[in-house]
Structures are given as structure tokens and as C-alpha cells.
């Protein structure tokens, strides 16, 4: 069976930061880059505040930067998702989706977070057919189109100003009176001409027309929390901003993680209960998430990795 010293499971700014400092230390990281190639930021717009960027950089591009990187100094990056991990033994037996199997002698998790969604039925009917939880990914199908975004943080905030463009009208759809956004994005967005906040409003429904598979989005119904009143918002696309989930479910039961399910780490350190494996990036910081935070534990991960290993 193919053994590693290291293996790095994911591939966003904490999985190629941890695999460029491993690959230079000597412990040929292997990297199963996971179900999106380069992570969250991939489906990014301009990223302004990564050092080292003046101009800024568009997300994809900077992915494919780090990624170019790390396998300059001989990390091998494979497309695959890990399926299976034993966190009882050392060496640790992992399995991969399309049948691989390997021992690694220490564990990077960088696994990332995925985007939440509302729970209707109706946004699950129309997922694919005007429900969208990517406007990098999807806004160009409703170009001078009327769309909405639901949420009130730097997402919501940056994929309001993003549609803005491209689109007639945005209505961002915000539980609250005030928008948690950063007072930089929320100024951005309170100076669009063409994005109506709604404040105090919640989702009730999304309605839309169905012709055997083919599904058209065409509306919202829209509730004030303060009021009880409701109304129709007409739209051709809805764009659900309202926060992520830590991609955790493999590690159910065999490392820490707190009540919504970020992995645990020691203080200053990226290391978890079981010793060997390291976590970094968003999977374990709820607090920060933000690219350089998450490139910054990943070359953590990566040092204690190769101290651990001695
Ligand atoms: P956040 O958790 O910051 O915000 C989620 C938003 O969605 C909140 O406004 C919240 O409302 C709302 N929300 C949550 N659940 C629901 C629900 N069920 N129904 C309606 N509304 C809901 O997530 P983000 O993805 O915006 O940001 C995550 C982190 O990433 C933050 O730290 C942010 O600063 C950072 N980020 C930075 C960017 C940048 O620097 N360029 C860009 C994007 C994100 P409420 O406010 O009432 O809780």
C-alpha cells in the first residue's frame, strides 16, 4: 500500500499553504484536493485584501497561483475526495473515492466549510433553476435581470455589489435592521443605486413555474418581521448568502469539534485530540475565515507536522 509522510486533505488556501511548506520540508505531502478544486475561493470575485496583491486577484487565479506553487517544490496534488479515515492507528489508513488506499504518517485536515442554505422545500425545488448560492458562479445567467440575496454579512454584502452589476435590480433580504457586513461593504452596498435592502424581512417561499424538468424561478414571498405583513418580490434568480457549514462529517466521532462542528485545536496550535493529524483553514476557525488566516494555519500544520515527525 502507497505510503506518505503527509497527506493533506483539501485544497484552499490552507491545504496548498500546508502543502507548499511541507513539499519545502522534505515530506512529499500528497493532496486530495476534495469536491471543489481550490475551495471557496474559487467561486470569489476580486480579492482585495490578501498581502502581496496590489491590483488585487481574481479568486480562481490565486488558487491556481498557490496551487502552481506547491507543486514546483514536488507536492502531489490529485483530484479525489477522501472517503475514509482511522484515526485509531499510526500510520493512519485512509481511503479514497475512487478505491485508493494509503498510509499516511501525519494528517493535514483543511477541508473547508460549504455554503448553508435556508431549508425550504421551495429552494431546494429550485436549486439549479434560479436558486443559487454562488453569484460568481451563476449571476452571469441573470444579466439585466431583477435577483435577490438573502443574508446581511461580507457575503451577502459582496455578491449584492457583484450582481449589481451585471444585473437590472438586487434586493438584499436581511433579517435585522443592520447588516453585519464589514461598514466597508456595507457602505458599498448602501451607495449601489440599484440594491433595495429589505430590512426586517424573512423568506417564506420561492415560487417559480415547473414544466416537467424544466424549473423557472419567478418570484419570492417575502415576510416583515415586524409587521406580520407579506409581499411578492418578482425575480429571476435568488441568491442565498447566509453563512457556511465546516466540511466535517468525516471525522464524526473520531476528532473534537464543538457544537456546530469545527474541529477543535490545541491554543496556538493547529494540532487536534488525535496527535499527528493537524487541522487549518476554515474546518477549524469560526472566528476569522478569511484566506490569509487560513493560509497562515496552514503553514502551521504544516511546521508541527514536520515536528512531529522529528
Ligand atoms: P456570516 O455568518 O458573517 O453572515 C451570515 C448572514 O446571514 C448574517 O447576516 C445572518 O443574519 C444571516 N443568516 C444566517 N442564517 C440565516 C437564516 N436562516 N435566515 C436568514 N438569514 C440568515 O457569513 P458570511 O458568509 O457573510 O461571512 C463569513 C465570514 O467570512 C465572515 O467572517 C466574513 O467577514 C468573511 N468574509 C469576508 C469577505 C472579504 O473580506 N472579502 C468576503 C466574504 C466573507 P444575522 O446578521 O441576523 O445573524
Given at each position: 500500500m502507497e505510503t506518505t509522510k503527509c497527506l493533506i486533505i483539501g485544497s484552499g488556501p490552507a491545504g496548498y499553504t500546508a502543502a507548499i511548506y511541507a513539499s519545502r520540508a522534505d515530506l512529499k505531502p500528497i493532496v486530495y484536493?476534495?469536491?471543489?478544486?481550490?475551495?471557496?475561493?474559487?467561486?470569489?470575485?476580486?480579492?482585495?485584501?490578501?498581502?502581496?496583491?496590489p491590483e488585487g486577484v481574481e479568486g480562481p487565479k490565486m488558487m491556481e497561483d498557490l496551487q502552481k506553487q506547491a507543486e514546483r517544490f514536488g507536492a502531489d496534488i490529485r483530484w479525489g475526495?477522501?472517503?475514509?479515515?482511522?484515526?485509531?492507528?499510526?500510520p493512519f489508513k485512509v481511503k479514497v473515492d475512487d478505491g485508493t488506499e494509503l498510509l499516511a504518517e501525519t494528517v493535514i485536515v483543511a477541508t473547508g466549510a460549504t455554503a448553508k442554505y435556508l431549508g425550504l422545500e421551495s429552494e431546494q425545488k429550485f436549486k439549479g433553476g434560479g436558486v443559487s448560492a454562488c453569484a460568481t458562479c451563476d449571476?452571469?445567467?441573470?444579466?439585466?435581470k431583477d435577483v435577490a440575496v438573502v443574508g446581511g454579512g461580507d457575503t451577502a454584502a459582496e455578491e449584492a455589489t457583484y450582481l449589481a452589476n451585471l444585473c437590472r435590480k438586487v434586493y438584499l433580504i436581511h433579517r435585522r435592521d443592520q447588516l453585519r457586513a464589514s461598514k466597508a461593504m456595507q457602505n458599498k452596498v448602501l451607495n449601489t443605486a440599484n440594491i433595495e435592502v429589505l430590512w426586517n424581512h424573512e423568506v417564506k417561499e420561492i415560487v417559480g413555474v415547473e414544466q416537467g424538468f424544466t424549473k423557472a424561478l419567478n418570484g419570492a414571498i417575502l415576510v416583515n418581521?415586524?409587521?406580520?405583513e407579506e409581499q411578492k418580490i418578482n425575480i429571476d434568480g435568488f441568491f442565498v448568502a447566509i453563512g457556511h457549514k465546516p466540511n466535517t462529517n468525516l471525522f464524526f466521532g473520531k476528532l473534537d469539534m464543538d457544537e456546530t462542528g469545527y474541529l477543535i485545536t490545541k491554543p496556538d496550535s493547529t494540532a487536534t485530540n488525535v496527535p499527528g493529524i493537524f487541522a487549518a483553514g476554515d474546518v477549524q476557525d469560526k472566528h476569522y475565515r478569511q484566506a490569509i488566516t487560513a493560509a497562515g494555519t496552514g503553514a502551521m500544520a504544516a511546521i508541527e507536522a514536520e515536528r512531529f515527525l522529528g
Open positions: 484536493q476534495g469536491m471543489e478544486p481550490g475551495g471557496q475561493l474559487t467561486t470569489t470575485t476580486e480579492i482585495d485584501n490578501f498581502p502581496g496583491y475526495m477522501v472517503s475514509e479515515i482511522d484515526t485509531t492507528e499510526r449571476g452571469f445567467f441573470y444579466k439585466g418581521n415586524k409587521t406580520g
